[in-house]
Structures are given as structure tokens and as C-alpha cells.
């Protein structure tokens, strides 16, 4: 088995800042996903990676940056918070191709 | 446009009823549809999934009921449980997209003692 570490589980923020949220995963997937958690909106995906250095934008891609340093490692940043944003970011990893996303425990932003 | 529509948001059962869940799709290619069970502070687990050459799909208490005609499937819990309270969200993808899940909204589930 292996398992997705997210970090940090809480993150509080100030309206307009730059927040980086960080993902790691052992289970040696080469694709790894983004998602945002909305109450009551279910699971929107924001980027993803089939591999190191390979970025793809999902539906929700605007005010989001991406960066997966390293096949084990993908790391969101938000470009600029919003005020009473309020949400949980989910990391994710598959293997190529694979159906079975694999979740962290997510971080759950708020700003002030 | 939301393209997995999950009904009802919340529902509340008594321990030992039948809890059924209710979803439906509008994307014809959509083939495999995975069912996620999320615990609070968790993130999402693969519960029981089901392919569109499938009309039924049984894993223990959970079973999942395919209708493809009318792009609408059910998951049922039976002899639902208090460890059974959880969001639990429909999924589908089609075999043409690259490991793209669409989600729903989720449904609430509370079993009550």
C-alpha cells in the first residue's frame, strides 16, 4: 500500500496572498490531480500531471498555478486569495490511465 | 453544467433500513462509473464501481443498480450501519478521456442509531 501526505492540513490566509499547498505520494503513480472541495458542489478537478514536468489544466484552472517537481511530488499554488474563500484541496494519484484515484486527506484553506 | 447530478444532497436512515442513493449522467460515452465514500477529515475512497456492460454490481452490503437507457444508477446499503454515515459521491468517466473523472455533488448519508 502506500499513502499521499498533504501539507499543511490547515491553512489560513489574507485576501490577495500567494498560498503554495504541497502533496507527496509513495505509491510511485506517475499521474497525480488537483481537486477543489466545495460544500455541496462535489469535486472539481483544478490540474493534473501523467508525468514529471507535465502539467494539464482541469475545469477550474484559473487563479491556480501547478508544479510537479518530481514524480513523487505536486504542489498547487493559489495566486491570489480570495476574501471568505473558504475550501478543501484534494490531492490525488493514479496509475496511467487508471481509474482508481488514490486521495490525500486534503488542506482546507480559509481567508481572511 | 453539472454532468453527474446526484439526488437527494442529504439523507438520514434508521440502523438496519436500506439507504439508496441516487445518480444520473448526460454524457452517452460515459462507460465506468466508480462510487467514493468520504469520512469526515478524509479524503475520498473507492467504495464499489460498476462498468455500463453491467446492470448490477454487489459488494457485501453495497450494490450498485446500472439503468443505461435512462443514464441513471443507485447505490443501496442495506442494513445500513452508524459507521455507514459518510458524503458518498457518485463518478464517471469515459474510456476516450485521459483519466478525467467527472464528479457529483455528493450525498450526505446519516444513520442513525
Known amino acids: 500500500g502506500g499513502i499521499i501526505t498533504q501539507t499543511p492540513k490547515f491553512l489560513i490566509g489574507q485576501e490577495g496572498q500567494k498560498l503554495t499547498l504541497k502533496c507527496q505520494q509513495n505509491?510511485?503513480?506517475?499521474?497525480m490531480y488537483w481537486y477543489r472541495q466545495d460544500s455541496g458542489k462535489g469535486l472539481r478537478l483544478i490540474y493534473y500531471?501523467?508525468?514529471?514536468?507535465?502539467?494539464q489544466k482541469g475545469d477550474l484552472s484559473e487563479g491556480y498555478d501547478a508544479s510537479r517537481e518530481k514524480k513523487s511530488s505536486f504542489s498547487l499554488t493559489v495566486t491570489s486569495a480570495q476574501k471568505n474563500e473558504m475550501a478543501v484541496f484534494l490531492c490525488?494519484?493514479?496509475?496511467?490511465?487508471?481509474?482508481?484515484?488514490?486521495f490525500g486527506a486534503g488542506t482546507r484553506l480559509s481567508v481572511l | 453544467q453539472q454532468q453527474v447530478r446526484q439526488s437527494p444532497q442529504s439523507l438520514t436512515v434508521w440502523e438496519g433500513e436500506t439507504a439508496i442513493l441516487n445518480c444520473s449522467y448526460e454524457?452517452?460515452?460515459?462507460?465506468?462509473f466508480p462510487w467514493y465514500q468520504q469520512f469526515p477529515g478524509e479524503g475520498p475512497a473507492l467504495l464499489i464501481s460498476i462498468r455500463s456492460v453491467s446492470d448490477k454490481k454487489e459488494d457485501g452490503r453495497f450494490t450498485i443498480f446500472f439503468n443505461k437507457r435512462e443514464k441513471k444508477l443507485s447505490l443501496h446499503i442495506t442494513d445500513s450501519q452508524p459507521g455507514d454515515s459518510a458524503t458518498y459521491f457518485c463518478?464517471?468517466?469515459?474510456?476516450?478521456?485521459?483519466?478525467?473523472?467527472?464528479f457529483g455533488q455528493g450525498t450526505s448519508l446519516s444513520v442513525v442509531p
Open positions: 490525488a494519484s493514479s496509475i496511467t490511465g487508471g481509474n482508481t484515484l488514490y
Open positions: 500531471s501523467i508525468t514529471e514536468n507535465d502539467l
Open positions: 505509491f510511485n503513480h506517475d499521474t
Open positions: 463518478a464517471a468517466i469515459a474510456s476516450s478521456s485521459f483519466s478525467k473523472l467527472v
Open positions: 454524457d452517452s460515452t460515459f462507460n465506468y
